[in-house]
Every structure is written in structure tokens, then in C-alpha cells.
């Protein structure tokens, strides 16, 4: 059994700074991406950066120049690190995770953190 526990949301005001956490737990053969999305109500869920561990990034043209996706393979936790943050990036924030347990892999959701920049 996989968990992915996402931590580091909260509310900060324009131009500040958040480190989000996207932590995976149980039988944990791999890890070959990790995904973060954000959610606000009544718009679609957004792509904001993607990981493929040990290899490269992407990230949504919103974002890029000001958030960083990063790995910490020992501890089995990728971050987003968003800084100069805008009141457009208050949303809920996901992690998505394709994991081999074991007997092949798949994708993991967790339940998201909330992230609120007030201008």
C-alpha cells in the first residue's frame, strides 16, 4: 500500500514564499515521476510542474522562473518551492506520483494542500 501525503500549504501574502512537501510512504520499489497540480473551483485542474526522478523538469509557463521542483530521493519526498508568489497562484495543491510497489506501477494521488496568497 502507497500513501502520498502533500504538507506545506498555508497563507502568505503576495511576493512571499512557500516550500511545499509531497512525501510517499509503504512498499516503495520506485519512484519514476512526480507531478504537481493546482485546483481552484469552477477551473480545471493545472499542471504546474513535473519531476522524472533522477532526470529532468517541467514546469507550467505560469510558474517558470519562480517555482522549483526538487527531489530528495532518501527521504522519498519531492518539494515545490514557489516564490514571488501571486494571489493567481491560491489554489489547492495535489501530488501525483507514478510508484512500482512491487508488482508494476501506479499513479498515486494525495489529498492536496491548500495554499492562499493574499495581495
Known amino acids: 500500500q502507497v500513501q502520498l501525503v502533500e504538507s506545506g500549504g498555508g497563507l502568505v501574502q503576495a511576493g512571499g514564499s512557500l516550500t511545499l512537501a509531497c512525501v510517499a510512504s509503504?512498499?516503495?520499489?520506485?519512484?519514476?515521476?512526480v507531478d504537481w497540480y493546482r485546483q481552484t473551483p469552477g477551473k480545471q485542474r493545472e499542471l504546474v510542474a513535473e519531476?522524472?526522478?533522477?532526470?529532468?523538469?517541467n514546469y507550467a509557463d505560469a510558474v517558470k522562473g519562480r517555482f522549483t521542483i526538487f527531489e530528495d530521493n532518501a527521504k522519498n519526498t519531492v518539494y515545490l518551492q514557489m516564490n514571488n508568489l501571486k494571489p493567481e497562484d491560491t489554489a489547492v495543491y495535489s501530488c501525483?506520483?507514478?510508484?512500482?510497489?512491487?508488482?508494476?506501477?501506479?499513479?498515486?494521488w494525495g489529498q492536496g494542500t491548500s495554499v492562499t496568497v493574499s495581495s
Open positions: 519531476i522524472q526522478i533522477g532526470g529532468s523538469t
Open positions: 501525483s506520483a507514478r510508484i512500482d510497489h512491487g508488482k508494476g506501477s501506479e499513479v498515486y
Open positions: 509503504g512498499r516503495i520499489f520506485s519512484i519514476y515521476t
